[in-house]
């Protein structure tokens, strides 16, 4: 199976701050990399796929980037909303495997 | 607007049987495959099994094959897992996703507790 490892496990932030969130597989997956966030109440949102396109309504601030093995989430300027667990993961091979999650906390 | 409604999440025994379902509406039902994906208390994300679009392909995480069994109707735009042998390590919150090559609508999730 995939690894995929995400990087940090958590991250105080600041309303205003770019944060990048990085996800690394055990193996080239092709750019077949999404993210996904997750509120307290459960709720998961899907925000971009295939490393860099955003779903529809999901904010600009929001980006994907990476190639290879390492990958990245940036939001450029923290809103309120942002503050959640963000997955990656990767659909390059069955089984599909998910990040273990990034939790981003308001500083 | 798409919705995903899941539902059949209950306590049961180790070793017990138990169904969830997944309605769905909001979208062609037929047209897309499905999936579940689980979340263990304080856990990440873990995909269990997928489905496709006339159920005749289905797949399955290796430490659910043979116990767990994922179908569809699509007449009722209904989703469903029937979850056999059950384990406490199964024991999660279960979500119903439309799987377009990625997980693309999640549903708000049904938790099952294997615990006895």
């Known amino acids: 199976d995939i690894q995929m490892t995400q990087t940090p496990s958590s991250m105080p932030a600041s309303l205003g701050e770019r944060v990048t969130i990085s996800c690394r597989a055990s193996?080239?997956?092709?750019?077949?990399l999404n993210w996904y966030q997750q509120k307290p109440d459960g709720t998961i949102k899907p925000l971009i796929y295939?490393?860099?396109n955003l779903q529809s309504g999901v904010p600009s601030r929001f980006s994907g980037s990476g190639s290879g093995t390492d990958y990245s989430l940036t939001i450029s300027s923290l809103e309120p909303e942002d503050f959640a667990m963000y997955y990656c993961?990767?659909?390059?091979?069955?089984?599909?495997?998910f990040g273990g999650g990034t939790k981003l906390e308001l500083k | 607007e798409v919705q995903l409604v899941e539902s059949g999440g209950v306590l049961v025994q180790p070793g017990r049987s138990m169904k969830l379902s997944c309605a769905a509406s909001?979208?062609?039902?037929?047209?897309?495959?499905m999936a579940w994906v689980r979340q263990a208390p304080t856990k990440g994300l873990e995909w269990v099994a997928t489905?496709?679009?006339?159920?005749?392909?289905?797949y399955y995480r290796d430490s659910v094959k043979g116990r767990f069994t994922i179908s569809r109707d699509n007449a009722k735009s209904t989703l469903y897992l029937q979850m056999d042998s059950l384990r406490s390590e199964d024991t999660a919150t279960y979500y119903c996703?439309?799987?377009?090559?990625?997980?693309?609508?999640w549903g708000q999730g049904t938790l099952v507790t294997v615990s006895s």
């Open positions: 996703t439309i799987y377009n090559n990625w997980f693309a609508y």
């Open positions: 909001g979208f062609t039902f037929s047209s897309f495959p």
């Open positions: 489905i496709s679009t006339s159920g005749g392909s289905t």
């Open positions: 193996q080239g997956i092709s750019n077949y």
């Open positions: 295939y490393t860099s």
């Open positions: 993961q990767q659909y390059d091979s069955s089984p599909w495997t």
